[in-house]
Structures are given as C-alpha cells and as structure tokens.
C-alpha cells in the first residue's frame, strides 16, 4: 500500500482537461510544498513533469499544472493529447528520515 | 546533458545479495548539491525510494529497507552502487538509479530488471 493515495485511472477526450489527485497527510503533502509530479510511458524510465507543487521543469509543456490544498495535491493536464496517456505518479517530500513517498500511480487513458 | 545507466546481474538466487552499479555520464557525483538515488519498481507497481548518497558518503536509506542496503560511491570511476542483501522474489523489480536535486529526481538512467529466482 502505497504512502500517498491517487485514483488507480482516468480517462479524457483529446482537447479536454484531466485533473488526478494525490492525497497525504500532514506529515507529508500537508507539511511541505514539495510534492513533485512525474510521468511514466510504458517500459520506459518516469519523466519530472512538476516539482515544488507547480513548478515545470524547461521543455514541459505549460498544459501540465500543480496545485496543493492541505493534504492534497493535483496535476491538471489541459488540452489532451494523444502522448500525454501514461502512468502519471506524485511524490511528496516527508521528512529528513523518510525522505520521500509516491502514489500508487494513475493510469491515463485518452479516449 | 546528464545522464546514467545502471548495470548489474539481471537474475540472483533468493538469500543472495543484489549487487548493482550506476554510472554517471555528462556530469559528475562529486558536484555539490546533487544526491544519487536508487529507486525500483515491481513488475506492475508504483515507485519505491530505496535510498540516496552525497559524493561525500552520507547516505540515507528507506526505513522499510534500511537493514538491508548498502548504497555507496566511487568519485573516481562516476558512479554509484547499491547492495541489497538477503533478497526474496519480492525484491523482484525494475531498478532506477537517479540524481536528486533537493527532493525531486531530475535524471533518471533506463532501469533494469532484476529477477529473485532460484
């Protein structure tokens, strides 16, 4: 069982908006704004797509947003495309011993 | 443009140690600021944060895997390693060595598959 909870799939229409969130607690999301987001395509190594909450790394698209409320966080992909269907992980720092923790992942499928 | 490959046995005996290296390339573990991470996922699974070093030694492990890793540095050769003892098929997982700067992980190397099986 993984430390922080997302919903196991979503799904969107190319052109429409995917929002998938993440939930914690207050030792982890709750406490830091430093829930980064990261994107995984099938048999391959997961992609930075959102550090410190909101943050895009250069090249990530702008149509990928973060955003945290207490002890959740969300990524919201705009603008579907095609590409973006991937497993879509979060990752919050939780602590000088802990470190960090992930999701369980979220699977997006574009319809 | 950094980046990293891990190597290492793809296949090891359950009570046997996993035994894996990652070598740096485009940059080096000795600059300061950056941690090396190693992290893994099970066939199916979601991501798990097996531990990090700084160039310096200081390590900081997983609580759940701490008993049994060893993760470690060698500046003059660029890479990182890791030793996970006493493995069983649960340990069966793709292997992800990776920089951390601050507490996200910037670059990831390819991953490799490391199969518990007698």
């Known amino acids: 069982q993984s430390a922080l909870t997302q919903p196991a799939s979503v799904s969107g229409s190319p052109g429409q908006s995917v929002t998938i969130s993440c939930t914690g607690t207050?030792?982890?999301?709750?406490?830091?704004?430093?829930v980064s987001w990261y994107q995984q395509h099938p048999g391959k190594a997961p992609k930075l797509m959102i550090y410190e909450g909101s943050k895009r790394p250069s090249g990530v698209s702008n149509r990928f947003s973060g955003s945290k409320s207490g002890n959740t966080a969300s990524l919201t992909i705009s603008g579907l495309q095609a590409e973006d269907e991937a497993d879509y992980y979060c990752c919050s720092y939780a602590g000088p011993s802990t470190f960090v923790v992930f999701g369980g992942g979220t699977k997006l499928t574009v319809l | 443009q950094v980046q990293l490959q891990e190597s290492g046995p793809g296949l090891v005996k359950p009570s046997e140690t996993l035994s894996l290296t990652c070598t740096v390339s485009g940059g080096s573990v000795s600059s300061d600021g950056y941690y090396w991470s190693w992290i893994r996922q099970p066939p199916g699974k979601g991501l798990e944060w097996i531990g990090y070093?700084?160039?310096?030694?200081?390590?900081n492990y997983n609580p759940s895997l701490e008993s049994r890793v060893t993760i470690s540095v060698d500046t003059s050769k660029n890479q990182f390693s890791l030793k996970l003892s006493s493995v069983t098929a649960a340990d069966t997982a793709v292997y992800y060595c990776?920089?951390?700067?601050?507490?996200?992980?910037?670059?990831w190397g390819q991953g490799i598959l490391v199969t518990v099986s007698s």
């Open positions: 990776a920089r951390v700067e601050v507490t996200l992980f910037d670059y």
């Open positions: 070093i700084y160039y310096s030694g200081s390590t």
């Open positions: 207050s030792t982890d999301i709750g406490s830091y704004n430093l």
